[in-house]
């Protein structure tokens, strides 16, 4: 989902969700920052495969970048395909709850495909999140405020009238656990689904189509090698995640992150 520079943070907290929605969420991610001055510092997002719900508190807003687009208090966000920033001025607080794919169009009813690269503000559904936002802000503590989200979460769950498609819960789970490295007519003999019925219905729950959630996932993967430096040369993520060769890579990895894996090295 995110890449953090870690001198931009005095805090980052990674929680695991509580039973009843752990099913729908992946893990919850808590940033804090409470310096004095106005600064403003970026939070790079790269792809996932993951959408999500943002809280945040911030003197300033926070602004989605490059479109510099205001966020509201609490949104939800799709695939993120095309490399974004999250810029904010001063102290802030982010509380994320990192969804499983199909999740938002389970809970929320939004159409997945209208949030690629986008974040739709919630206060848009209902008058249930004017009092989620007062209950938010009247907390004050972060412990808190997940619990409200978390509560808010069971809620959607105990109204949803969805039910998770097993063949895309499914299909996503093998592509993950595969870290994106199986070819989709594999993936589909597996299933036993055809081309059209499998393309269909994974783009309706999750956004972006089968082909396009591997090539995340393979991504990710790599991103993550790279980041813990956990390699002796470059062609060891290459070929340790699929890629047919060195230059597949490099243009993968600047697709996802616009910058070349040696320049996003060099990032301070």
Same mark, same amino acid.
Do not use: W
């Given at each position: 989902?995110?890449?953090?520079?870690?001198?931009?943070?005095?805090?980052?907290?990674?929680?695991?969700?509580?039973?009843?929605?752990?099913?729908?969420?992946?893990?919850?991610?808590?940033?804090?920052?409470?310096?004095?001055?106005?600064?403003?510092?970026?939070?790079?997002?790269?792809?996932?495969?993951?959408?999500?719900?943002?809280?945040?508190?911030?003197?300033?807003?926070?602004?989605?970048?490059?479109?510099?687009?205001?966020?509201?208090?609490?949104?939800?966000?799709?695939?993120?395909?095309?490399?974004?920033?999250?810029?904010?001025?001063?102290?802030?607080?982010?509380?994320?709850?990192?969804?499983?794919?199909?999740?938002?169009?389970?809970?929320?009813?939004?159409?997945?495909?209208?949030?690629?690269?986008?974040?739709?503000?919630?206060?848009?559904?209902?008058?249930?999140?004017?009092?989620?936002?007062?209950?938010? %802000?009247?907390?004050?503590?972060?412990?808190? /405020?997940?619990?409200? =989200?978390?509560? &808010?979460?069971?809620? $959607?769950?105990? #109204? @949803?009238?969805?039910?998770?498609?097993?063949?895309?819960?499914?299909?996503?789970?093998?592509?993950?656990?595969?870290?994106?490295?199986?070819?989709?007519?594999?993936?589909?003999?597996?299933?036993?689904?055809?081309?059209?019925?499998?393309?269909?219905?994974?783009? %309706?729950?999750?956004?972006?189509?089968?082909? /396009?959630?591997?090539? =995340?996932?393979? &991504?990710?993967?790599? $991103?993550?090698? #790279? @980041?813990?430096?956990?390699?002796?040369?470059?062609?060891?993520?290459?070929?340790?995640?699929?890629?047919?060769?060195?230059?597949?890579?490099?243009?993968?990895?600047?697709?996802?992150?616009?910058?070349?894996?040696?320049?996003?090295?060099?990032?301070?």
């Amino acid at each position: 989902m995110f890449t953090i520079l870690s001198q931009t943070i005095m805090m980052e907290s990674v929680l695991v969700p509580n039973d009843k929605v752990s099913n729908y969420v992946k893990n919850i991610f808590l940033l804090e920052n409470d310096c004095a001055d106005d600064k403003e510092v970026s939070l790079p997002f790269f792809a996932d495969g993951y959408p999500g719900i943002m809280f945040h508190i911030s003197k300033e807003g926070v602004f989605l970048q490059p479109a510099n687009k205001k966020l509201a208090s609490i949104f939800l966000y799709g695939q993120t395909i095309h490399p974004i920033e999250l810029s904010i001025k001063g102290s802030y607080r982010l509380i994320i709850f990192q969804l499983f794919p199909f999740a938002a169009k389970m809970l929320l009813g939004v159409d997945p495909k209208e949030l690629n690269d986008d974040c739709f503000d919630l206060n848009l559904l209902d008058q249930d999140i004017k009092l989620l936002l007062e209950q938010l %802000n009247t907390a004050k503590k972060a412990d808190k /405020q997940i619990e409200i =989200i978390s509560s &808010f979460i069971e809620r $959607l769950i105990d #109204l @949803s009238n969805d039910n998770i498609d097993s063949t895309i819960q499914s299909a996503i789970n093998i592509i993950i656990s595969h870290k994106g490295k199986i070819t989709i007519k594999d993936l589909r003999e597996k299933l036993h689904i055809t081309e059209r019925t499998f393309e269909r219905l994974f783009v %309706n729950q999750v956004g972006v189509n089968p082909q /396009q959630f591997t090539k =995340i996932i393979q &991504f990710q993967n790599s $991103l993550e090698q #790279l @980041s813990r430096e956990d390699y002796s040369l470059l062609t060891d993520i290459v070929f340790e995640n699929g890629f047919t060769d060195q230059s597949h890579f490099i243009r993968t990895f600047k697709k996802y992150t616009g910058k070349t894996p040696t320049e996003f090295q060099k990032t301070p």
